[in-house]
């Protein structure tokens, strides 16, 4: 078939609109999968804690080095969300910690934002307001129990702060006794006394 120059030049504008820096939009089909990764750095940018969803960064040595770019990046600038390297990164400071939540390049910051802020408030209700890196240190196992609780696999669970940390404590609560160290138990319940006798 014979092609108009109207319809070829009407197909090459939509081809130049749907053109961003060189690089074709590609349409993604929606997916539940949005996070590809959890960070949590010190403020000389090393890790203390990081959660990777999938194999963009396949190794450590790629994961610290990417831990590193994002952190010169990202430490000394006011805004809340960065593009970097192909991916959304938001991210918050808090005294001597970063949080960062990364997602693919088409993901929606408000949903990325919307897990930051609450594994965030989250840590913060679980630490007493002081979320720091020593607090932080000293309760790891907590920090762990939040993540699972809002992320499993890249798949946003839950963006409710008070449920999260509700759930943490009942996670604790439901190991068996006889499976649960002495120092567990105690720790569990200095940790959130009045989350256990609310329960």
């Known amino acids: 078939p014979q092609w108009d120059q109207r319809k070829v030049s009407g197909l090459l504008m939509v081809a130049r609109a749907f053109r961003t820096e ?5 349409l993604q089909e929606p997916s539940l ?4 990764a959890i960070l949590i750095l010190d403020n000389d940018g090393d890790r203390l804690f990081a959660k990777y969803y999938d194999d963009t960064y396949p190794s450590v040595k790629e994961q610290k080095a990417f831990e590193k770019n994002i952190f010169n990046k990202t430490h000394r600038t006011d805004s809340e969300i960065a593009l970097l390297e192909g991916l959304t990164v938001v991210y918050k ?11 693919s390049s088409y993901e929606n910051e408000l949903m990325l934002m919307a897990v930051l802020n609450c594994l965030f408030d989250s840590l913060s209700q679980m630490l007493r307001k002081n979320v720091e890196k020593r607090a932080l240190l000293e309760n790891m196992e907590g ?18 702060p008070q449920q999260v940390v509700h759930r943490v404590a009942l996670r604790g609560e439901d190991v068996p006794l006889t499976e649960q160290t002495v120092s567990q138990n105690r720790c569990l319940k200095r940790k959130f006394p009045s989350l256990i006798r609310s329960g």
Do not use: P, R
């Open 143 to 160: 920090l762990f129990l939040a993540v699972d609780e809002i992320v499993d696999g890249g798949v946003i669970l839950e963006s409710d």
């Open 22 to 26: 060189g690089m074709f939009i590609s």
């Open 93 to 103: 400071s808090s005294i001597d910690l970063y949080f960062y939540v990364i997602g």
């Open 33 to 36: 999968y949005t996070v590809k």
